[in-house]
């Protein structure tokens, strides 16, 4: 574990790392989790089967004792910087997260370089409130995007479109009823095909 810092304090990177990486996959908590929920583990598995490191960021928030997050703008903010001191040696750098992660790392995939976005759970609007669509954030990423959703998530589900694909999976916001099918599109998003292992 690495502490990095940031504009709003110092963050945490969990370093997952295979003998000779092809790529970089970099992701972040959800709002209220840490970098230890399910699907993040799941998808570092997955990654790190294919040969792919992966970096776990803790937020400054989380790093200081804070359970509620930080403003967008702040997250961002640190998100950016803590990316920019990773060690990605001239790979591929692939960015995602969890639910809040996940905003974060669409939002500023530009900024980061990123090749392509794992969204976990991404949230598309608050429960019950469809018109507060966070959609923008969505179609506003430049490179592709891999989104895996419960079928009966309550923040909704995200459209396919161009260069952004839509895994349903069995199960809600957790994403902990499909572990295999988690892994399996990681996997492929990564470029490692589906082996079809299972647990």
Same mark, same amino acid.
């Given at each position: 574990?690495?502490?990095?810092?940031?504009?709003?304090? =110092?963050?945490?990177?969990?370093?997952?790392?295979?003998?000779?990486?092809? @790529?970089?996959?970099?992701?972040?908590?959800?709002? &209220?989790? &840490?970098?230890?929920? =399910?699907?993040?583990? @799941?998808?570092?598995?997955?990654?790190? #089967?294919?040969?792919?490191?992966?970096?776990?960021?803790?937020? %400054? !928030?989380?790093?200081? #004792?804070?359970?509620?997050?930080? =403003?967008?703008?702040? +997250?961002?903010?640190?998100?950016?910087?803590?990316?920019?001191?990773?060690?990605?040696?001239?790979? =591929?750098? !692939?960015?995602? &997260?969890?639910?809040? &992660?996940? $905003?974060?790392?669409?939002?500023?995939?530009?900024?980061?370089?990123?090749?392509?976005?794992?969204?976990?759970?991404?949230?598309?609007? %608050?429960?019950? $409130?469809?018109?507060?669509?966070?959609?923008?954030? +969505?179609?506003?990423?430049?490179?592709?995007?891999?989104?895996?959703? #419960?079928?009966?998530?309550?923040?909704?589900? %995200?459209?396919?479109?161009?260069? $952004?694909?839509?895994?349903? +999976?069995?199960?809600?916001?957790?994403?902990?009823?499909?572990?295999?099918?988690? $892994?399996?599109?990681?996997?492929?998003?990564? #470029?490692?095909?589906?082996?079809?292992?299972?647990?």
């Amino acid at each position: 574990m690495i502490e990095l810092d940031t504009p709003h304090g =110092p963050a945490r990177a969990h370093l997952n790392e295979v003998e000779a990486p092809k @790529a970089v996959l970099v992701l972040g908590h959800g709002a &209220g989790g &840490g970098v230890g929920a =399910p699907d993040l583990k @799941a998808a570092t598995e997955a990654a790190l #089967g294919v040969g792919v490191n992966v970096i776990l960021i803790e937020q %400054p !928030y989380r790093v200081a #004792g804070r359970k509620s997050p930080a =403003p967008a703008a702040q +997250l961002d903010a640190a998100w950016t910087a803590a990316v920019a001191q990773l060690p990605a040696e001239g790979l =591929p750098l !692939y960015v995602g &997260g969890r639910s809040s &992660g996940a $905003r974060v790392a669409c939002r500023t995939a530009d900024a980061t370089g990123a090749a392509g976005v794992l969204c976990l759970a991404f949230p598309l609007h %608050p429960p019950g $409130r469809p018109e507060k669509t966070r959609l923008p954030e +969505l179609e506003a990423v430049k490179v592709p995007v891999l989104i895996v959703q #419960g079928t009966s998530d309550p923040f909704g589900m %995200p459209p396919e479109g161009p260069g $952004r694909k839509v895994v349903k +999976l069995k199960g809600n916001h957790s994403l902990r009823s499909d572990v295999n099918g988690l $892994r399996a599109a990681v996997r492929e998003f990564l #470029g490692g095909g589906d082996d079809g292992d299972v647990d």
